[in-house]
């Protein structure tokens, strides 16, 4: 018998994920956008996972550029999320006022992060609403190694479950 849409989503929202901005940039355009399904897939080579929404900024500018960066934020200033649930606001210096710099794929960094990896895309998997891009790490920090990084249990934002309409 089918699980209850409202069971799936309580429930897959109790999955404890790392919250990151995930950086993308494919020419001269840049975004930053709050993700929530990041994890490590391999470790030689080591490889990252984003799972990210078809229809979003973002994913257009992973498959174009070939990059993304993973900035890891700390869990005591989790606001910076909410900011980066729409497109970001590129003004050459800061996407939605928050310093970025290029990494060596040129993707954005951002310098507030307590870490931070720079990702050369290997795979993309299509899985219906949302693509996985499995990208290798070729450059990443720590800003603040003492700093936990944010997860979902730290804030009140709910991802994942059934697709709502």
Not at 4 to 28: C, E, F, H, V, Y
Not at 83 to 94: R, V, Y
Not at 127 to 150: Q, S
């Amino acid at each position: 018998m089918p699980v209850d849409d409202a069971i799936l989503n309580r429930t897959t929202w109790k999955l404890p994920n790392a919250l990151a901005l995930i950086g993308s940039r494919a020419g001269d355009e840049r975004n930053g956008m709050t993700a929530s399904w990041v994890t490590q897939l391999s470790m030689d080579p080591v490889l990252i996972g984003v799972g990210i929404d078809n229809t979003a900024v973002t994913h257009r500018l992973i498959a174009a550029g070939g990059s993304f960066t993973v900035n890891l934020w700390d869990a005591t200033d989790t606001r910076v999320f909410v900011k980066f649930s729409k497109p970001a606001t590129d003004d050459g210096a800061t996407l939605n006022g928050r310093p970025v710099r290029a990494a060596t794929t040129g993707a954005p960094i951002f310098e507030e992060a307590v870490a931070w990896m720079d990702c050369v895309v290997r795979h993309t998997i299509d899985l219906g609403t949302h693509t996985l891009f499995v990208g290798e790490v070729v450059d990443g920090a720590i800003r603040d190694d003492d700093a936990r990084p944010a997860s979902t249990q730290d804030t009140r934002m709910k991802y994942g479950g059934v697709k709502r309409h």
